[in-house]
């Protein structure tokens, strides 16, 4: 499988100290690959320079085999970013909000309205295309956030913990959209602190702590690290908590 990230010696620092502290690992086309972490790991910092969207202190970033310190034009067409602040305008109608950021990637005329029609009918919002969305409820948001970032179809979708303060079932649709997505052909990143959420969709997964790797690996692969008999019954809590020696209460608190 073809290299969609790759990352090198990534550094950020802020006020000399490191956020993001030599990440290295690539992403492989068709993965689903998860960022698992407490809040303050430096997983928003990474997919933040990711999307060029910060400068690195140090090391490099390429995305689909081209350099993102020379090629970022190239780049960002192939990225769709769903953000854990919410991306839309509550003034502007569902299908507005597509039709605004789709149209930021050179989308025109009959491709921009079949754009705007598979985003929506893709997060099951083609009903309420006409409703502006300050009168959606959290999850409704959160759907139509994802519709705006998939109007230009990206090769890329990267998720930075898109399920925060909304209700189970809006958590278990998006999840499922994801999974879909992924069907489809895109490749994933999935940042997140809930470690079902990782468990249930991901292919892959890195454990991230204080700006470092911890481990990486299939599902599997991380749980044997630690398991202690092979049919022992685990879950990746356990590992993240076995591997980073944090207890709950630590992971919960960041």
């Not at 705006?148 to 925060?164: M, N, R």
Request: neutral net charge.
């Amino acid at each position: 499988m073809n290299t969609v990230v790759k990352l090198e010696g990534l550094i950020k620092k802020y006020d000399n100290k490191p956020v993001v502290d030599g990440l290295t690992l690539d992403i492989k086309e068709g993965e689903i690959f998860g960022l698992l972490g407490p809040n303050g790991a430096g997983k928003s910092t990474t997919m933040n320079m990711i999307c060029s969207l910060l400068k690195p202190t140090a090391g490099n970033i390429e995305l689909f085999g081209m350099d993102i310190k020379k090629d970022a034009k190239k780049i960002k067409p192939l990225i769709g970013y769903i953000p854990q602040d919410l991306a839309i305008y509550g003034n502007l109608k569902a299908w507005e909000n597509v039709e605004l950021f789709t149209s930021l990637y050179d989308v025109k005329g009959a491709d921009l309205k079949k754009a705007i029609d598979d985003s929506l009918e893709f997060v099951e919002l083609t009903d309420r295309r006409n409703s502006y969305a300050k009168t959606f409820s959290g999850g409704m948001k959160r759907r139509l956030n994802i519709a705006c970032a998939l109007g230009h179809k990206p090769k890329l979708l990267i998720f930075d913990e898109p399920t925060v303060g909304i209700d189970p079932q809006s958590r278990n649709f998006i999840l499922e959209k994801i999974k879909k997505a992924n069907s489809n052909g895109t490749t994933v990143i999935y940042t997140s602190h809930y470690m079902e959420e990782v468990e249930a969709v991901c292919t892959r997964v890195a454990i991230m702590d204080n700006g470092k790797i911890v481990a990486i690996g299939t599902k599997e692969e991380l749980k044997n690290m630690v398991r202690k008999s092979p049919d022992e019954d685990i879950s990746l809590e356990q590992v993240f908590l076995t591997l980073t020696g944090k207890t709950l209460r630590d992971y919960v608190e960041g």
